[in-house]
Each structure stands twice: as structure tokens, then as C-alpha cells.
């Protein structure tokens, strides 16, 4: 069974600093890897989908990288403003469906 | 709509209720998913839609909860005899055909069951 996890739980950062944030995940047979992004009370939003057969993707001050055979991903976001709090989620698709971490909680301190 | 969406965006109960939590996908989009996310967790899969039918309901937790899509658009999650334990965040994403890795998502529903 997929397990996906998501270190720190949350972190909390002022504006300026690059942000890491880190996601393991237990079974390397994974159709794509994305990151989505929750605000307080709202849906997903996809930041970044990357296929199996890739090894990063950027938008803006995004980049996320993938290693498959150490079943990790990592998400860049370089310097940090106050509107990227909320928390990100790292979800491996296999199938149809998504398995999805915990989550890391951030705040960007003004 | 421009997304989709889901409704109510809150919903209490008592213990032992019946609940439906209604989910519209964006048009066209022929897979619907329901997933309930716990608090601090990120989100669990409950069922998956490719049109009318349930390609697949292994998420479901117990046989309490039900889902349907009668007809391959809004569907309807229906859980009997709440518990406490289901108290969490239900969400719905949809999907084009042959995009199933691909789901956008909605805002979800917040149970509570007193």
C-alpha cells in the first residue's frame, strides 16, 4: 500500500527565505507526483504535476523535483512572501486515484 | 460553472442522522472523485466515477456511506446513521476522459456530527 509523507508538518519562515518542503512516498510505481496548495477552508489547487518520466518542473519562484527511485520530491519556492502561507500537499497518482500526505503547514512571517 | 462545485459548504448533525452532500463537476468532465479529509490530514480516497458507474469504491469506509451519479454529472454522497468519527472535510474533483491524473478540485463540504 502507497504511503506518502510530508516532513515538517509545518514550518514557519520570514519573507524573503526559500522554502523546502519534502515528501517521501513508499512505492516508487507512480503514474505523476503533484503539489497542490489549500488555503483555510477552501479546495486543492494544483501547483505542480510531474510525470514519472521527468525529473523537475518550475512555474515562477515554484520548482519541484522528483526521484523516483529514492521515492522523494522536493518543492522549491524562492523568496517567500506572506501570501504563500497555507499548507501544501504532495500527492502520487497510481490509477485513477490520488494518495496523498499530511501536509505541511507554512507561514510566512511579514 | 467555472469549477466545481459542492454543496452545503457546512453541514451539522446529530449523531444517528442521515446527511447527503451534493457534489456538481465542471461540465464535460466525465470522472468525479470523492475524497474526506480528517483534520490535520491530508485527503483520503473514498470512490472514483468514470460516467454513471463506480469504477471503483474501495475508499468507502464502511457500508453506511453510499454514492451515486445517475446521471454521469452531479453526484451525491450519502452517509446513514452518522458517527462522530465522520466528522471531516468532504471533497469532490472531477476530471476529463483520459485526464484522470488530472483532478480539479472543489471546496469541499464540512461535517460535523455532534
Known amino acids: 500500500k502507497q504511503e506518502v509523507t510530508q516532513i515538517p508538518a509545518a514550518l514557519s519562515v520570514p519573507e524573503g527565505e526559500n522554502l523546502v518542503l519534502n515528501c517521501s512516498f513508499t512505492?516508487?510505481?507512480?503514474?505523476?507526483l503533484q503539489w497542490f496548495r489549500q488555503d483555510p477552508g477552501k479546495g486543492l489547487t494544483s501547483l505542480l504535476l510531474?510525470?514519472?518520466?521527468?525529473r523537475e518542473q518550475t512555474s515562477g519562484r515554484l520548482n519541484a523535483s522528483l526521484d523516483k527511485s529514492s521515492g522523494r520530491s522536493t518543492l522549491y519556492i524562492a523568496a517567500s512572501q506572506p501570501g504563500d502561507s497555507a499548507t501544501y500537499l504532495c500527492?502520487?497518482?497510481?490509477?485513477?486515484?490520488?494518495?496523498f500526505g499530511g501536509g505541511t503547514r507554512v507561514l510566512v512571517k511579514p | 460553472g467555472a469549477g466545481v462545485s459542492q454543496t452545503p459548504s457546512n453541514k451539522v448533525t446529530e449523531k444517528g442522522k442521515y446527511v447527503e452532500l451534493r457534489c456538481d463537476p465542471i461540465?464535460?468532465?466525465?470522472?468525479l472523485y470523492w475524497y474526506r479529509q480528517s483534520l490535520g490530514q491530508g485527503p483520503e480516497f473514498l470512490i472514483y466515477?468514470?460516467?454513471?458507474?463506480?469504477?471503483?469504491d474501495s475508499g468507502l469506509p464502511n457500508d453506511r456511506f453510499f454514492a451515486v451519479r445517475p446521471e454521469g454529472s452531479v453526484s451525491t454522497l450519502k452517509i446513514q446513521r452518522t458517527e462522530r468519527g465522520d466528522s471531516a472535510v468532504y471533497l469532490c474533483?472531477?476530471?476529463?476522459?483520459?485526464?484522470?491524473?488530472?483532478?480539479?478540485f472543489g471546496p469541499g463540504t464540512r461535517l460535523t456530527v455532534l
Open positions: 461540465s464535460g468532465h466525465t470522472a
Open positions: 510531474i510525470q514519472s518520466s521527468q
Open positions: 466515477f468514470q460516467g454513471t458507474g463506480a469504477a471503483d
Open positions: 500527492a502520487v497518482t497510481a490509477g485513477n486515484k490520488l494518495t
Open positions: 474533483a472531477s476530471s476529463l476522459k483520459g485526464r484522470e491524473n488530472e483532478q480539479f
Open positions: 512505492d516508487s510505481a507512480i503514474y505523476n
